[in-house]
């Protein structure tokens, strides 16, 4: 998959149009209103807190080996999943979900059932897992053949699947559970194994993405690197035998940098800079002379008319300089050198920009490649903003989420703050613009129920703010389970298992 055929175009106005330079690969009205199912839930299928404190109680005494308080807990449970279910059937979002990362801590007994029993309470209805994430695996110890160490460490805890566990579990409470992955992104630990270096993205500076990214825990590596494509489709297949609900892979992207380094505007800019991308990059070229130039210009981060010129005499029995996706100009006779550059370079920049973006394109595809085998839903999460040319540059995560496939779900983070939802609804709504019909588009927001945020507004307000986009929307999640229960999260990531 790392050479697909690239088309590059003569010079356009809109970014978008550079992938005309790559070739790759009912609803029930809505309801926020709607009678609730029993006395007991109410609006957004939020369970009372009545019901809640009743149900908290009876898993307390559970866990302390109240055989009676056992069996009426069950029940409560599977009775109260049947009416989440119901109630958002009825009710808009039909998918309503909360993202969460896990802790060695939460093998402790009754932690899942406290988590899910939380989650189930506030309406939600699927849950995404965080399995992969800072270069470390929600595996047990004693079932992780990945290269990347597991989340669990503790001694005795080995066997522990935190994982399974909790599909377990929230599938019990009415909850569909998707694995979390990171993508691109392999993390620290992957740096550090000596035979991987060349797995690593490097810009033309010599730079790594623990240069330029704030957090250390960020390694983003080579996508057309065939060490890192296998490791990585190793981990997806043993998060898969888990069989959660739903893939979900996020940092399918380059690093965001900051301050004018945000904006890619020259090659050293690109993550071209490591073996497999370059000789992906080379064989792109369609004779020796677009070659020669493709090197040149990699190296140099521009041709001149003296280069060309030289290119020119080297392969005099060729045409003009010619790679994937280049028009062949409509004239027969080659133009002086000094003529043809400014075109030249300027197509030569394009092919680099999306070179990298096929990249992005490709993992994906390679990424979800065994959920897809086995049936299994997989959404792609991303920034709105990321596909976005700005000035004569592009976004430097050059992320083209618009060319991902539209058999995946795909989950925009439209976390854009303003005072208020307007610049939100702003983001969603040109996702689905740019989205095929029969895309399943599920944002990301970011807040908490009942309160502002970090200069957001309550989710309430968020959410009716995209009501607007029903029936083609019908899915939302919302970040994250830390955010609505701080307390809870701190406990968790800093308690001592005995």
Sequence with gaps: ?????????????????????????????????????????????????TAAQ?????????????????????????????????????????????????????????????????????????????????GQVLLPATANPTVWPSVIRTSGAENADLLSTAIQKGRQRGL????????????????????????????GKGQTSLYVVNDSSQVFID??????????????????????????????????????????????DLWLFSPATQEALFRRALNYKGLDLIRRF???????????????????????????GRIRPAQKSILPASNRQPLLQWELWQLCVAH???????????????????????GAVFFPEGNQMLGQGYDSRLQPWDRFPSTLEWHPMSYMTCGNASCIAAQVKR??????????????????????????????????????FAPRLRGVSHFAYSWQYPQNDSDRKFCRIR
Excluded: H
């Design 1 to 49: 998959m790392s050479n697909r055929p690239l088309n590059v175009a003569r010079p356009i106005l809109f970014w978008r149009r550079l992938f005309a330079v790559i070739v790759t690969s009912s609803l029930l009205t809505p309801n926020f209103g709607s009678q609730p199912v029993g006395a007991q839930v109410t609006q957004y299928c939020q369970l009372s807190s």
């Design 54 to 134: 009743k149900k908290e109680n009876l898993r307390l005494s559970a866990f302390k080996g109240n055989q009676d308080a056992q069996a009426r807990y069950q029940k409560l449970v599977r009775q109260q999943a049947k009416e989440l279910q119901e109630c958002r059937r009825r009710t808009w979002p039909q998918t309503q979900a909360l993202w969460l990362r896990l802790y060695p801590c939460d093998i402790r007994p009754g932690a899942i059932e406290q988590i899910m029993d939380r989650i189930a309470n506030r309406g939600y209805n699927q849950v995404y897992v965080e399995v992969f994430y800072d």
């Design 176 to 203: 569909k559970v998707y694995a979390w992955m990171f993508t691109t992104n392999f993390g620290y630990t992957y740096a550090q194994r000596r035979d991987r270096e060349g797995a690593i993205a490097r810009n």
């Design 223 to 268: 996508p057309y690197n065939p060490q890192a494509k296998r490791d990585y489709y190793n981990l997806v297949q043993q998060v898969l035998r888990r069989r959660p609900d739903g893939l979900l892979l996020d940092y399918i992207r380059y690093p965001r940098q900051t301050g004018s380094d945000s904006i890619a505007t020259k090659v050293t």
């Design 298 to 324: 990699l190296s140099k981060g521009y041709v001149t008319a003296g280069d060309i010129t030289q290119v020119d005499k080297l392969y005099p029995q060729e045409g003009e300089p010619m790679w994937q």
């Design 356 to 378: 990298a973006m096929q990249g992005i394109i490709d993992f994906i595809s390679m990424a979800s490649y065994p959920a897809k085998q086995q049936g299994i839903p997989t």
């Design 431 to 468: 996702v689905l613009s740019m989205a095929k019909p029969g895309t399943q588009v599920i944002p990301a927001l970011a807040g908490k129920w009942g309160q502002s945020v970090s200069n957001r507004p309550p989710l309430e307000a968020q959410m009716q703010a995209l009501r607007q």
